[in-house]
């Protein structure tokens, strides 16, 4: 088993040795998935390959990212409890798909069949319309959407975004009907293309959909970050407009919670390390990608809250039984 003095002595750059990688089993001999639960493009996706590059480079078998999209991260969650619990099959969990679908519907999976090595990263969740939408701010938009029923789209059903927003519309008396986007990709397409009036989803998804001619490209009237965030600076968070909406949705590295202890341990730390390196967090920064580690242990008990969160919100807004 690998020391844990090594992880430290690595992580405070007091040694420049790779990871040890000496185990009884030779593991890993064979390159090793990331199944990602939404499309190529997503946040969620650029974190996983972003660690997924970390990760090779102190090995020497390939970490490869498998995209596996559906039911707002639910297919692709649901794939990745069925491998085989020998470690060579990692899943990259998001808030929601993690903590709030297994609560909604048979999900093919429960949150404690994985378990957690790492939370990685967060992103703030942005509210965007389209450009030439009616609505300049979201005072404009929330007044509306109490006299008219008003449509919006988020990564899918269960997800942090659409919990967040159908809590803020309860609590407010928003006429909302939502639609899923098969991702954020897909849900950024929806706002697009007109078929719904806004779309809530990570803020970063926005960046490629702001500099278009004419009336075309989004605009990003709110972000749920409590101070503003760089990539956005003209956008005001939902706090500074007056409205009590503070949303982030969080990704992190999970695997089957029958794999061997010693596999578990070695995951552990290799990912502690390389996702506490310079080298990850430039790499994150190039995608506006919050830096936001958390240890196996921190990470179980932020998703142990979230279940109860969740569970509380879904029952709130009739989606569960009491």
Request: aromatic residues 10%.
């Given at each position: 088993m690998i020391s844990r003095t090594l992880i430290t002595a690595g992580i405070l750059g007091l040694t420049a040795a790779p990871l040890a990688q000496a185990q009884a089993d030779d593991y890993p001999s064979e390159p090793?998935?990331?199944?990602?639960?939404?499309?190529a493009g997503d946040a969620l996706d650029q974190s996983a390959r972003v660690i997924a590059d970390q990760m090779e480079d102190e090995l020497d078998v390939s970490v490869v990212i498998q995209n596996i999209a559906g039911a707002g991260g639910a297919v692709g969650t649901a794939e990745a409890v069925q491998a085989e619990p020998d470690g060579y099959t990692l899943l990259m969990g998001s808030t929601g798909a993690l903590t709030a679908r297994p609560l909604m519907a048979d999900s093919g999976y429960k949150t404690d069949d994985f378990q957690p090595l790492a939370q990685l990263v967060e992103v703030p969740i942005g509210l965007a319309v389209a450009k030439d939408s009616e609505w300049e701010d979201v005072d404009q938009l929330f007044a509306a959407a109490e006299d008219e029923r008003i449509t919006y789209s988020t990564p899918g059903p269960g997800t942090t975004q659409h919990i967040n927003m159908g809590q803020f519309a309860l609590e407010n008396g928003l006429n909302l009907s939502h639609i899923g986007g098969k991702g954020g990709t897909g849900a950024v397409t929806n706002v697009l293309t007109g078929e719904v009036d806004f779309v809530f989803v990570g803020a970063t998804n926005?960046?490629?959909?702001?500099?278009?001619?004419?009336?075309?490209?989004?605009?990003?009237?709110?972000?749920?970050?409590?101070?503003?965030?760089?990539?956005?600076?003209?956008?005001?968070?939902?706090?500074?407009?007056?409205?009590?909406?503070?949303?982030?949705?969080?990704?992190?590295?999970?695997?089957?919670?029958?794999?061997?202890?010693?596999?578990?341990a070695f995951l552990e730390e290799l990912i502690?390390?390389?996702?506490?390196?310079?080298?990850?967090?430039?790499?994150?920064?190039?995608?506006?990608?919050?830096?936001?580690?958390?240890?196996?242990?921190?990470?179980q008990e932020r998703i142990d809250g979230n279940v109860e969160l969740h569970r509380q919100i879904l029952t709130d807004m009739g989606v569960l039984e009491n």
């Open positions: 090793i998935k990331i199944v990602v639960p939404f499309a926005y960046l490629g959909h702001l500099d278009g001619e004419d009336d075309e490209g989004l605009r990003v009237l709110g972000v749920g970050s409590e101070e503003r965030v760089d990539y956005l600076p003209d956008t005001p968070t939902f706090q500074e407009a007056g409205h009590d909406l503070t949303a982030a949705v969080w990704f992190g590295l999970l695997t089957h919670s029958e794999v061997p202890e010693e596999r578990v502690s390390k390389v996702a506490q390196s310079e080298e990850t967090r430039d790499a994150y920064a190039k995608f506006n990608l919050q830096d936001s580690f958390l240890d196996a242990d921190a990470f």
